[in-house]
């Protein structure tokens, strides 16, 4: 069960890492700041913005 | 485990996936199962990362579990976090999972499964996942640079120049191709218009239910856009079934192909959060779920082959494309076997998540033996169809013919027996007016998931639905790698303009912003309309173009990677991707001559251009085709002259090193010994 559990957590850990959640919540506690619209403005800004200057695979 | 069972087991395991290639290589006459392929598949990805994987990583790279990765040392908690090695090589193997390895193993599929599937395989173990891990490991040694830094800094500035002019070629001809894959998969086709035209609204409410009502909830944003996809794919049935509305939606290839390019430009300049970014997570979550469905369905359902493991196409007259089995199958490919853009991705955000030097080698290795899993399933996907069914639907007009009953009895006299009343109950039975033309491979390989899911999973009944479920999949993989393309496209254009005039470097400056967006999505729109337009379906002119700029993209890579080698004083090991780097030069030196100046004109672009310009009239659209024809050698042309480029001057740097005439030096970061040292050995 112990097992099951790690695999799950991990598969929720690379799916908030690969949609971004994991970022936000790395954001929030590098900046100190609470989950809120304008946080989230501001980390859209820094994270997103630059991701979509990253090259897309074929 | 002890030795001697480990010993055994391995060797089993040999037995095993040399009884599936066997299997697979010698069967004439007679169906096989598709379990054959994923045994093969299972078992070469096995042996080939425990054995030779782990060579690489020991004896070639040298993998050092005591060196810090630039996530330890530079840990910021932003670009650089160290992380658990299953979560960056789920990271990892969504960016680098595209379109590529669906669309090429159905098009090779023309061949039949064999070529397709050694090369699938073979190509991934001894070349693609060998590229990916060391083009990562040598990033992670350079605190994460790029791989057009590295082939500055290793090679010299040609190496960089040629690295740069390779990625824009790849992503405007990828670009183009992509579109006109869409294009070819929606016309005419109102349900599959009406579903991919509600993923607009759908994305965009996303991005403002992210941004307004729940900020940073992407996996629910994303699973409640998924629910939305879901009900207009129900929803495209009832429009396909009224005629007043579907109507509106039955579109004509031109038609799409305007429609996709004021697209493309207006989401190069919309804000990212608002339609970029939610489209891209929506796409990534449907992709996901169904590669994974897919490859449940294949194991539990274990379809049977119906395409014969050769056919007679491999003389080089193929309707999907022409060109030899040599080397078009590996041309065509491309991805599921090599591809060069992995490396760009191998050297951007995964070399400054990896922890531990020692998890390149699943991360690096590891995401491309599933990248090529997904190719061996849409082989497998485009191989579940009678031949008939597949040729049918992928072979353009102009070769077979435009009428139902011509291009039947055409199809049927190759051997592969096919009635227009067939394809006619088979486009009934998937919601569609017709089958016939669609090439591109996105339609083949959504009636061979339809065929698979339908035979168990709701029967008949529901196999309208999953054959728009798989084509809204693809469309929308398809679109999101467009929009985000053409960014990308725009800020490699603005970053290079911005060189000549500072403002036109300004990313947030609106008249840069308009004119390099109208810049990329003029190049690959151009690319779509000569397909849309061009009597062979385009296919068969422009993805040969794309395999080729993405097989340049992959020698480089090579190159790049064997400098180092050889300076990293380890010439005896320069063969893991001399090998494929002179296979891969061969592959592309041979397919660029074919496709400008092979006599034939269904496969050289100028005997093509030579053949209208004697047989007919010379109108506008006679005109037109003569000079795209004769665009296409030239574009040909320079990517191959990119390819000598590369290699003689990496050829130059080889042969200095080794004859002593220059000090071989890396450019690697100094050593810091890691505190994740201690941990289990991997």
Known sequence: ?58 | MRKPVRILMWLALAVLGALAVATIALHRGEQINAMWLVVAAFCSYALGYRFYGKFVAAKVLALDPQRATPAERLDNGRDFVPTNKWVVFGHHFAAIAGPGPLVGPVLAAQFGYLPGTMWILAGAVFGGCVQDFVILLFSVRRDGKSMTEMAREEIGRVGGFVAYVAVISIIVILLGVAALIVVNALKSSPWGAFTIAMTIPIALLMGVYLRRLRPGKVLETSALGFILVMLAIWGGQWISQTPPVARIFTLTAPTLAILIIIYGFAASALPVWLLLAPRDYLSTFVKLGTIALLAFGIVVLRPALHMPPLTRFIDGSGPVFAGKIFPFAFITIACGAISGFHALISSGTTPKLIRREPETRMVGYGAMMAESLVAIMATIAACVLQPGTYFAINSPAGVVGAAPETAAATISSWGFPISAAQMQSLAEAVGEQTLYNRTGGAPAFAVGMAHIFSSSLGGQAVMALWYHFAIMFEALFILTILDAGTRVGRFMVQDALGHIWKPLGRTSWYPSILTTSALIVGAWGYFLWQGVKDPLGGINSLWPLFGISNQLLATVALCVATTIIIKLGKARYAAVTLVPLAWLVSVTFTASWHKMFDPDPRIGFLAHAQQLATAAPLSHEVSRLIFNDRLDAAVTGVLIVMVALILVESGREWARVLSGRKQASVKEAPFVASRFAMEEPL
């Open chain 1, 1 to 58: 069960m112990r097992h099951i559990r790690g695999i799950i957590g991990t598969v929720m850990a690379a799916l908030r890492e690969i949609f971004d959640e994991a970022a936000y919540g790395r954001f929030l506690a590098r900046q100190d700041l609470p989950s809120s619209r304008s946080a989230y403005a501001a980390f859209l800004r820094e994270h997103v913005v630059a991701k979509a200057q990253r090259p897309r695979c074929c």
